[in-house]
């Protein structure tokens, strides 16, 4: 058994129970999330991405209207735009941006009704599991159903998603987000795989009811009371890869005994810690900026020195009040005169007056990449990991070996 750790710088559909009931996508909604268009329509799922905090989903309704902190969204105006545009509230004082629904955005801005898995580890597990288009994939656990979204849009048209909730309220509110979503190729029961098994018809013979999937996620509290049940699901012409979603490395102790037992190969355990990368413009202080920098500030600290003691030496003299008033009245004649110039003109004077050579803008608001200032492109990586979500506990199951390649006593008489 080997342990890793990874640090990443990011049918139709039908409910089968036992009364064996289908549900049809409904018609109020008109998007499905494995498809893509260009603009909006009524009865369209979009997401309103305000911040990168705060994404929420929308069902496009006639006469409708989105309120936000960032003023009132129409949804009558959102009809016929092209997804991915920035719109502005009615008083124009805010926007958001109209994306197209994914399962990254759908896990964003989900309800949560368990805890999810987020996209560095679903793009994970999607990779080691071998998951691809076509593939027939078994699920335990569906909970909020962030995962079910990713496997339903990689296994595409031509795969399967088979998932299984046991707590009724969640599996009821799993069973509308699939439908209204239009996840034809995802069929989800009611059952507890821990007792119950995964044949979707627990009646059918034994021989029957094989669901030959070759790639299997738990998110079980344990997993290892699903583990044996899996040998009559899963694909008998293939290897069948697992993973078990468990936040306790207690769980995963437990897991990996019951993958020994039941013949489970290659089992290795890991952790993804994701950090990530943020591109910015930084601006560039030459040497030479620098120094010419420091003699304007020492020059004008001189200056001010000079000014200073002319002006002692001129009370020591015992000049008259009146010269000192009269040379007041100057200096505001001067700044009566300054005051009149042009807006942009008054603030180059201000700031050469107050802060001398400045080529960087400093004691200044200065948006970052505005023209006049030299800049570079810069990347800068967040400061700590993301907390801990599950370790991940991977392994194989082998094809079995076809029996007149095997003897009385079990050994293998040949090469396949």
Request: charged share 25%; with cysteine.
């Amino acid at each position: 058994m080997k342990f890793f750790i990874f640090l990443f710088e990011s049918p139709a559909l039908h409910e089968i129970t036992s009364n064996t009931n289908i549900f049809y996508p409904s018609a109020q909604y008109t998007m499905s999330f494995n498809e893509y268009k260009d603009t909006i329509s009524e009865g369209d799922i979009v997401l309103a991405w305000m911040t990168r905090t705060s994404t929420k989903p929308l069902v496009v309704t006639k006469d409708a209207t989105f309120n936000t902190r960032y003023g009132h969204f129409p949804h009558d105006k959102m009809v016929g735009l092209p997804l991915g545009t920035q719109m502005a509230s009615s008083s124009k004082a805010g926007f958001l941006h109209l994306l197209a629904p994914t399962p990254e955005l759908w896990t964003m801005s989900l309800p949560h009704r368990t805890q999810i898995v987020y996209t560095p580890d679903s793009s994970y597990i999607v990779q080691r599991l071998r998951i691809r288009p076509g593939s027939r994939v078994l699920e335990a656990g569906t909970g909020s159903g962030s995962f079910t979204h990713a496997m339903s849009r990689t296994v595409g048209k031509t795969g399967q998603v088979f998932t299984y909730e046991f707590h009724e309220h969640r599996y009821k509110e799993a069973l509308g987000e699939i439908r209204d979503h239009q996840l034809s190729n995802v069929t989800i029961t009611h059952r507890d795989v821990c007792k119950n098994g995964f044949r979707l018809d627990p009646a059918a013979p034994e021989g029957e009811g094989r669901l030959d999937a070759s790639a299997v996620f738990l998110d079980l509290p344990s997993p290892w009371l699903a583990i044996p049940n899996l040998k009559s699901v899963v694909s008998r012409e293939r290897s069948t890869a697992i993973c078990c979603f468990s936040p306790c490395i207690e769980q995963v102790t437990r897991t990996v005994e019951a993958l020994k037992k039941e013949g489970w190969q290659h089992i290795e355990m890991v952790e993804v810690s994701a950090k990530k990368w943020e591109g910015h413009k930084e601006m560039v202080r030459s040497i030479d900026d620098a120094m010419e920098r420091l003699r304007d500030v020492k020059r004008r600290r001189l200056s001010g020195l000079k000014k200073r003691n002319e002006r002692i030496e001129k009370e020591k003299r015992g000049e008259s009040a009146e010269d000192s008033a009269a040379t007041a009245d100057d200096d505001t004649d001067a700044a009566e005169k300054s005051a009149n110039t042009t807006e942009n003109e008054a603030s180059s004077a201000q700031n050469v007056k107050t802060k001398g050579f400045n080529p960087w803008g400093k004691g200044l608001r200065i948006k970052e990449g505005a023209e006049g200032y030299e800049w570079r492109d810069v990347s800068r990586v967040e400061s700590e990991i993301k907390s801990h979500t599950s370790y991940l506990t991977f392994a194989v199951l082998p094809p079995p070996i076809p029996e007149n390649l095997v003897d009385a006593q079990g050994n293998v008489l040949s090469s396949m």
